[in-house]
């Protein structure tokens, strides 16, 4: 079957450290991957975009790595603030129509 | 103003009652999606269009009907709603000539059906 994971618990990362999360997917061939940031009660918004012919994105803090052998995604926060605590999102376009395809998040909580 | 605006933000209603969520955008997008989030779950499409007159179902279409009215305009309705489609629902738009199908999403109609 397809699917998607991303880590169901919480993440509790201390402030200035590097917070790692993780999207795995099965029985898809994404043409690329998005993930998106998510606050409480808000709809999800855009952060990055790696294709499947590239290894790795980055913006500012934000790191992307992308390994279509292992079907897998990281996503990087370096120097993590308490203001980066929210739900990241992964999803993987898929299809002639590249129609998303979202895991259920990670909750991403940076201590002080 | 926000590009992509949903009303009512909040609504409570009984069983059976048929419901109206829409959503407009100035983003010029012309896909637009409905989605459903329930709580641990990812969001799950309920309806899509890449323009007026080309609406397709998701995967959870089932109950649901929507109408797009204009390029800028799509809306959601349950025809009979049930305490099982409580749920946060968002519209999102996207811009297929960039290139990507990056989405730009409303704030979200949270429904509750008792």
């Known amino acids: 079957s397809q699917k998607i994971e991303q880590n169901s618990e919480a993440l509790n990362i201390q402030e200035g450290k590097t917070a790692t999360l993780t999207c795995n997917y099965t029985?898809?061939?994404?043409?690329?991957l998005q993930w998106y940031r998510q606050d409480p009660g808000r709809g999800p918004v855009f952060l990055l975009l790696?294709?499947?012919n590239e290894k790795e994105k980055r913006k500012e803090r934000l790191k992307v790595t992308f390994d279509t052998t292992l079907k897998q995604s990281l996503f990087h926060i370096t120097a993590s603030q308490p203001a980066d605590s929210a739900t990241y999102l992964c999803a993987l376009a898929v299809g002639s129509n590249y129609q998303l395809i979202w895991g259920a998040g990670t909750k991403l909580i940076i201590k002080p | 103003d926000a590009d992509v605006t949903q009303t009512p933000r909040n609504r409570i209603t009984k069983t059976g009652k048929r419901i109206m969520l829409e959503c407009s955008q100035t983003k010029g997008h012309d896909r637009m999606y409905w989605y459903r989030q329930d709580p641990g779950l990812g969001l799950q499409l309920i309806y899509y269009s890449f323009d007026v007159k080309d609406i397709n179902k998701g995967e959870i279409s089932d109950g649901y009907s929507v109408s797009r009215q204009a390029q800028a305009k799509f809306s959601l309705s349950l025809e009979s709603a049930i305490p099982n489609q409580t749920a946060l629902y968002f519209c999102?738009?996207?811009?297929?000539?960039?290139?990507?199908?990056?989405?730009?999403f409303g704030p979200g109609t949270r429904l509750t059906v008792l």
């Open positions: 790696i294709r499947e």
């Open positions: 029985n898809y061939s994404p043409a690329y």
């Open positions: 999102a738009t996207s811009d297929y000539t960039s290139g990507t199908d990056t989405q730009y």
